[in-house]
């Protein structure tokens, strides 16, 4: 019912900048995606969630990644944009673009995987030293 696009990974020095960006689509009688999210998966580490976006307009930030990343949602396009800046070697990985549908009461808080049910292929994100 709902296909996610990633776009925009690549390789970067470090202190570099990234703009990835999410795309969904949905079958016609799907409505609109509301919850959005970017998770990444750090080589030897779990996976975490790194930012989200709501239809409201509402965004979360992991704390982690606070002060450099960004993140937007387009409604229009049903897109999610998550903005790199001051980027570090540490923050190589793959990141996935995660939606929930339908959704059933608001948005999910926090940053659990287990709360989206849709899931893009990943784009691969290196920062080099």
């Known amino acids: 019912q709902v296909q996610l696009e990633e776009s925009g990974g690549g390789s970067v020095e470090s202190g570099g900048s990234l703009r990835l960006s999410c795309a969904a689509s949905?079958?016609?009688?799907?409505?609109?995606?509301?919850?959005m999210a970017w998770f990444r998966q750090v080589p030897g580490k779990e996976s975490e969630g790194v930012a989200s976006g709501e239809r409201s307009g509402r965004t979360f930030i992991n704390n982690s990644v606070k002060g450099r990343f960004t993140v937007s949602m387009n409604n229009a396009k049903n897109t999610l944009y998550l903005e790199m800046a001051r980027l570090k070697p540490e923050d190589t990985g793959t990141y996935y673009c995660a939606a929930l549908y339908p959704r059933r009461g608001g948005c999910p808080r926090g940053f659990s995987r287990y709360d989206y049910n849709y899931w893009g292929q990943g784009t691969q994100i290196t920062v080099s030293s």
């Open positions: 949905s079958s016609r009688q799907a409505g609109p995606i509301d919850c």
